[in-house]
Each structure stands twice: as C-alpha cells, then as structure tokens.
C-alpha cells in the first residue's frame, strides 16, 4: 500500500527485532527523515508529484446540502511510464462510493440553446503513460452516497483510491463547500 | 470512524485547517496563474460572458407548486423582475449544486438593493424524489428567497418543453434506488421587460457571474455585448 499524503502508515513498516542498535538509530533516522520529507510534502499539499509513481493531490469532497450526496474532486497524475487504470475509490465516510463522468452537449432546440447534462456511472477511467487529469465539475467527478458522518467544513477525512497496476493510493481530501468548489477546482480536463 | 478527545481533535482541526490552508493558496496561486493567462491579446476580460440566444424569447407563462404547497404562477409572481430560472434535480452532486452554487455566491456580494431586483426560481426535473419538503431544504441550503417549484412529471415536463429545452430523460432505478435525470444545464435569465435574452451554461464560475450580474441588472448587456470581439 502507497500513501500520498498520509504518513503515519510509515508506522507499521518500522518495527524489525533483529536488527542492531546501530541500524535501528540509521534506520530511525531515515524515517524521522523521510517522514519529514512527506509532511512537507503534504503540508505543501504537492505530493509525491516527482517521484515516479501514480499519485494524486488537491482533493476535495463537498459538504453536501440538505439530503443531497457528495461528491469528491481530485487531481490524478501518472507519471510511469505504462498506462493504468482507476478502479475506484473508497473511504470510511461511506460504502456507497462511485465514479461518474458527467455527459454533457449542446444543442440548440429552434432556437434556444440547450445545454444538456446526464451523470452516468463509468466502471474505470483509464490513465494514459505520463499524463494527468482532474476529476472536476462537469466532467468526472466521485460521487458519494449515505454519508455515515456529518462533513464539516475544514475538517479532512481519509480517502483511497484504487488502481490496476499501483494499487491503493492513500491520502486525505479537505471538507469544503459548494460555494467553494469553482476557485478550489480547474476546469475540467476531459481527455483520456 | 476515529474517536477523538477534545484536544485530540481540535489538532486534527488545526493540522486539517492546515492543509486546507495550503490547499486555498495553491488554489489561489491555480487561480491566478490561469486568469493572468486568460485574457489573450484583443480580448477584454470584462467583455459579457453569457451566451446570447439568436431570437429572443418572453416571459413563459406556467403553474407549478411552491415547497409549500402553494399554486405558482410563473408569469404573475416574477413579472418585471430579473429571473434566473434553473431546472436539475437535487440528487446530483455536481451539476446543480455547482452551478446553484456559483449563481447564489455571486448574488450574495451584490448589493442590498440590487438582490431585492432578482429572483431565482429552481424547477426540479425530477419531482418523485424532490418532494416539496426535499427541495425546500435543498434551496436553503443556498439561500433562502430562492423560489422551489415542483408538480408531476407530466407537469414539469411541459415546462421544459414550453421553453424549448427538451425533455428530461429520467433513468431507469437501480436495485438501491438510485437514478440519475439528465436535464438542461443553462441558466435562463428573463429581463425585466419579460423578455429573455441570454443564458448561461453550465462551466460559469462566479468571476463570470459578478462580471455579468451588474450589465444584467442595469440593462447595459445588451450594447456591451453586440460589441464586436
């Protein structure tokens, strides 16, 4: 299991009973290192951006209003040098959690233009060699439903996605509002 | 989930208002590269955003239900005032809270006096599942003058189909119930003078919207955005 923001799973590979005093300080030293490393990282919220794994940053999943489900938005890089595959996601704010693409097109009725949108479902999302995108308001997005706990604004909850070939991918994305989401999100990056 | 002591949790808060910190800077910092980039040569960033419709078209005239119960007369009750008039359904999570959401933003940093000249009316395309008390909890969720109108399926549908929009395609729910409606995405907005000129697809963002709502509220959009580009 990878972690992007999360750095206490670094806690459960640390602990090896045959190894000398003089290792174990090495050894020490190397995580309080490394795990300075990635709370830089995460504090700047950047990731392991440059290293060559799947990665992903910038999460956010939105209060939802009234009875309404949420929805979570995030930047996905693939900086190897072979595709992969989003499988999906979870979290233990929820069991029921999809990924949906938003199909959207324009027409024009007489002469009205008409803008038409329809969320569907979508089993994967396939991530090319060296590419990016972003899971963003009227393109692809998460989509969570039955929330076991009220999100708040400011708070931050674990959050994991699922790939073919990396694996799972952890990390936390931040509790925000809907009015929050166009400056928190880019535009939607709709190519595969 | 995690079960957090006071103090256990107020660090959580403050280790999280961190990152949300860091993240709002970044999305700051996102937003700032990308408008300083997006006027191009020729361009004026303040030109009018909404999209014209080639012939315009009036007030419509229909009746649905308030959340309250309440008969609504479309015409009647939202004559001679600027209207936004939305159609989605609030089980979506992306579309039409976004969207909502992004209007509502931009017309609470109006004036006091210019908010009392708009009207925002939500029409669900899916009034099985927005019942009245649904849907009223919804609008409240963005603000509380917004109007909610519901009726039945044949009812909204003639809406749509009045305002030439087509008709919402509902889907087929799923073993837990669940069902997705795809609907128009616009923003329709109707001029005081009961004639509706522009609309607003989904992708506005809320620069968008404060750029456009003062031209809207005085009128001047219609010689700023004849304009030649």
Redesign the interface.
Known sequence: MRSV?DFNCLDSDSSNSHMSSHILRVVNKTIVAFTLLLAVA?????SSEDSKIVNWK?G?I?Q????????VYLEISNPTDSADTLLGASS??SD?IEI?E???H??S????????????PVSHITLEAKSSFALS??GR?I???NL??ELVP???VEFTLKFAKAGEVRG?V?V????D????T???NRSR | MLRRTRIGRLSVRLRSWGVFAACLVAGAGLLLSVTSCAPRIGEDPTAFKGVLIPTPTERPHFTLTTTDGEPYNFFEKTKGRLTFLFFGYTNCPDVCPVHMANLSSAIYRLTFEDRQKISVIFVTADPKRDTPAVLKKWLSGFDRSFVGLTGSEEEVDLVHAALNLGKPVRDEPRKDGQYAVGHAGQIIVIQPNDTSYVVYPFGTRQQDWSNDLPMLIDGTFRTKSLKPK
């Open positions: 923001s995460a504090c700047s919220n950047s910038r956010y939105v939802p209003i009234g009875a309404a489900p949420s929805v233990p704010v029921e949906h938003e199909m959207m324009s027409t009725n007489g002469d009205m233009p008409v803008n038409m949108v329809h969320m569907m308001p009227g997005h989509m969570i439903h076991k706990e400011g708070d931050s936390k931040a925000i509002e809907y009015a989401v166009d400056t928190a880019t535009r939607s």
